[in-house]
Every structure is written in structure tokens, then in C-alpha cells.
């Protein structure tokens, strides 16, 4: 968001992934209660994303619909996966050149990992770093995560939320794909709230205080399980680190646990933080988790 | 398995639904190293259930291969989807006709619920309770679950295990589909040795002892989600029902929570020990939950 512009249009999103029940179920409650998200000074809209996958309770048909949003994508006729066609519908409808360009967008997502209320930052401008700062104000429990430049590795693959402006990613977890935690549901929810109370004083002017000191999670690299030529993994998670997102993981501390009982541990020469621990939606991609370095920001406000 | 009767033949099974990793990987690791499961007065053989649903990271392909196991199915030369042309593979190489009939099997399943170290319990025999009464007596963690004759409730729809003379089904979570965790791989392989174990016992006349007492979860009935006519849930497991499972459930106690906030109580007459508990592989089946009654059982030994 430019720091002068006020957000006219936001967009609530869930079911990217069809078989993440908590935003999916979400955007038919607030698309059964309107009111519950109206606000005065902005527009607030939904999309339930990918209907056909939630039907099927999988992440995808044919592939990931959160990679399907580069230009060269929505551009290229020859694409014809339900995704793609799927991500060109969302584009004329929200898209940079479509009639409702979005502002702002909520993208919700959960996880089966113990990220807990994770804030997934996709910019580090002042608007995003106040926002951050703000809900992790009001609630101790909020994670802030940010891939910076160095994610999507591959730019080819946008996630839907690059439509917007600005954005940002809820991401609650640990619940299991294909179920829905009324904990988490209800966590996810008031998230969306204080989002959405953010950006209404942010318009009328009054940005709300909040602690000058502002905790990030910067992604380094994510880490693979040992696989087989076939690509089966040898090991899993070491029950010393499984649960442990955010915690501090010191050089030589257990990592991972071999089929047949084998410890590996942390090789690397400083403290990371690692999370996405055990994400099952990242078995296919090859990771096993995502290791963070903690950053403290001193906040300009 | 009929009282004066050894086990000369034991099938330990993982894999049956393709998304349980912990089953598939136990078996992956038993093939690897044989060694693990042998025992002197019987021969162990390992089945990886089923493969394609295992690559896929879903429960099965065409329909649940642990319904295709009546004779009426297993005859039936019409049916050709994936499970059914696997279920007739397996029988010719493990069932009562074939050339290794089985005596018993141990069927390895996980669940997404915080069922602990549950076991299912096909029979009521003396031989089979007093197994379970052994596997209690030597890890309090371990839960006896029997659906008895009211389970499955359409007797054409066979599990795998009803293969073997004997049987008892291993199922143990919390655990996410799709992942592996490794404090359930290593309880779930704990649990197959202790079952050897016993079986090595058994046959060579050293019913060990243990407690006169076993508590028995006896199924009752099957509770769904409210749902729309188009089949969607309208609520959710009540937080404070949420991982308790085998737990008292008092009449008038919150059991759901709709998606606007409305709570919805018990209301049955007498207290209930719910498992099953938000289970993702039953959504599909219409069930919210199972719910028991608790017995204790005098043991004869």
C-alpha cells in the first residue's frame, strides 16, 4: 500500500486450497452475513476460491491455484487446468484490470502445523509493518512471518493475494486438512476482524498505538526430509522439534529421526527459529520445514 | 481365533488407506528389516495395502478398500474400480482360500483424532480379550474400542482384516494425514512388538498375567453435523469437546458449535464416552463423532 493511499476495496479470500476447511467455511459465513464485515469506509468483498477443490476436500485439481497468478500465466491461452482457468476468472474479476481492483487482500489459509495465529507479511513497507505491529499488539499469540524477496523462489509462481495492492496471509494452525477446528475457526475470525478494524482506522486517520518493538520471523531456507532415489522419505521429524514452531533451534539439537532411529541433527553455525514443521501440503514440495531468523524492529511511530 | 488354536501365520498390515503414513511407512520399514518382526513359533508376512492411494496421499482411489471384503465383492467380476481389483489380489494371496491363509492379522491405522493407542477390537472371544487385556496391563495409554455386532453397519461392506481367522485393528493419533509423526510411528511399532510378543507368548503356553479388569468402549451410535440439504456441516466439535475423546460426556454438556455461535448440547439420557472425535476421513461418512459406553470387564484368567 502506498503510504498515502487509503484502501477502497478489500477482499476476504478463503479455500485456495480446497481442503483448508477454516477459510473456506469462513467466506460462506460471511457470505451469509455480510453485516459481520461491513465497514464504512471501504468495501469489503469475498471470494471462495476454489470451489471444485473443496468439494473434492483436496488442495488442488491440477495444480496449485496459489501459483497460478504471474502475468505470463493469466496471459498464456494454452494453460487450460482447472487452476488456470479457475485463476484467470479471479483475475477479471479483482484484478489489476478488472472493473473491482482490490486494495487490500486477506488471503486465509491454515495449516497442519503448530504456526498457531502466523501473519504472513508479503511486503516490509511501513503500511504492512504497522499493521503487523498493531495485531501483534492486541493479541500475544500473533507470529509475524515474512519470506521477503527470496519467496516464491521461483517469481514464475504468484500467489493469488498479488492481485491486491497490498495483502496479507493469515495462516492458523496446527488443524488437519478436511476438518474444522471451532478453535481455530473462531481465532481465525477475530483475526479478520482486527484486520478489517485496522484498515477503518487507518482511513479515518486514527492509527491506533501500539508497542515500538516489532518481532519477524525472516525466512532462510527450508529444510528437505532425506529421500530415496524414488523420492520416499527416510526420516521424520524429531520428536524433540515436532510442535516446536518459532522456538529457538540451537546448532547440534536433534532435528530429525530416521525410519530406524537414526538422530540428525541442526548442522548450521547460529540459533534459527524454524516453522512450517511437519506441513503436510509441503511433503510434495520437498520441505520438511522452513527455518526463520528472529528480527527485532524498532518501529518509527 | 478359536481357543485351542495357535497362530501359525500373522499378517501385519499398514497402508490399507493411503493417506495413514504411519501404517505405510511401519510396513516400508518392516520389509526393509524382516528381522523386526520375526518371531520363532510363527512366520510373520507384511502387506503394503494399498500403494496407488499411498502415491497419491489419498485415503483410496475408486472407493475404501477396507469395505471391498465380502464374498459377495471379492465374487462379483462386474467390479473393477482400482480397490476392488486389490481387494480379489489380496485375497488370492492371504485369504482363508489361498495358499498362506492367515491367522491373524494386526491392521495398522492412524486418525486424526486424539484417540491415543486405541485398539479395535473384531471379536469378543476369550483369546481376543484377553490380548486386550495384556496390551492394557502393560501401557495404560492403550484404549479397547468394539464396535461389535452393530459395526460395520452394512455387513457387505467388509474391512480387510476380516481376512485372517483372528484380527484386532491398531488405530492411533492425533496425527494429520499425509504426515508423518514420529512419537506415533515409534508408539504404533511399540504396540505391533507388544502384539507379537504376546502371540509368541500365547503359543508357547505363557498367557502372561495381567489385570482382572479391562475397560471396553462398546460403539453405540455414529452423530453427524448438522448439514445443509446440499451436504455441507452447519457446526462444528464444540471446543470444549475438541480432543476429549473417551471422555464422559454428560447429558446437556456442549457437543457442537454452529458456524454463527449457537451451541448445541447433548441430549441424550445417560453419560456417553465420545471417540472419534472430529475425524476428517468421516466427514464424508456423515459422522461428527461415535459415541460409547464404557464397560468393565470381569477377566476369567
Not at 502445523?113 to 492486541?138: C, H, K, R, V
Not at 517469481?155 to 495492492?165: A, C, I, V, Y
Not at 482511513?203 to 529444510?223: C, D, M, Q, R
Not at 539439537?253 to 538422530?263: A, E, I, K
Request: a negative charge.
Amino acid at each position: 500500500m502506498n503510504s498515502n493511499s487509503k484502501p477502497n476495496r478489500v477482499l476476504v479470500v478463503g479455500g485456495t486450497h480446497g481442503n483448508e476447511f477454516t477459510g473456506a467455511y469462513l467466506i460462506k459465513k460471511f457470505q451469509q452475513f455480510p453485516e459481520l464485515i461491513r465497514r464504512s469506509s471501504f468495501e469489503t468483498l469475498t471470494l471462495f476460491a476454489n470451489p471444485r477443490a473443496f468439494t473434492q476436500v483436496r488442495r488442488y485439481i491440477d495444480r496449485d491455484l496459489n501459483h497460478c497468478f504471474s502475468r505470463l500465466d493469466l496471459q498464456n491461452t494454452t494453460l487450460s487446468g482447472y487452476e488456470d482457468l479457475r485463476a484467470k476468472e479471479i483475475d477479471q474479476m479483482f484484478g489489476p484490470n478488472s472493473e473491482s481492483p482490490i486494495d487490500f487482500i486477506i488471503d486465509l489459509h491454515s495449516t497442519t502445523t503448530n504456526m498457531g495465529l502466523t501473519l504472513i507479511l508479503d511486503n516490509d513497507d511501513s503500511f504492512s509493518l504497522q499493521l503487523a505491529a498493531y495485531l501483534s499488539s492486541i493479541n500475544s499469540e500473533v507470529k509475524i512471518l515474512t519470506f521477503g524477496y527470496s519467496y516464491p523462489p521461483n517469481r514464475n509462481l504468484l500467489p493469488l493475494r498479488s492481485l491486491g495492492t497490498s495483502s496479507i496471509c493469515v495462516e492458523v494452525g496446527a488443524v488437519t486438512q478436511g476438518v474444522l477446528s471451532a478453535e481455530i475457526f473462531l481465532k481465525t475470525e477475530a483475526l479478520v476482524h482486527a484486520i478489517l478494524d485496522y484498515l477503518s482506522k487507518y482511513n479515518a486517520g486514527e492509527i491506533p498505538s501500539f508497542k515500538n518493538t516489532l518481532t519477524l520471523y525472516k525466512y532462510i531456507e527450508a529444510v528437505d526430509f532425506p529421500r530415496t532415489n524414488n523420492g520416499e522419505i527416510q526420516a521424520m521429524i524429531h520428536p524433540q522439534l515436532e510442535f516446536r514452531d518459532y522456538q529457538p533451534l540451537y546448532p547440534n539439537d536433534p532435528m530429525l529421526l530416521t525410519l530406524d532411529g537414526q538422530t540428525i541433527p541442526y548442522k548450521g553455525n547460529s540459533i534459527v527459529y524454524p516453522t512450517f514443521i511437519n506441513e503436510a501440503a509441503y511433503y510434495e514440495k520437498g520441505m520438511a520445514m522452513c527455518l526463520t531468523q528472529k528480527h527485532q524492529i524498532i518501529m518509527n511511530d
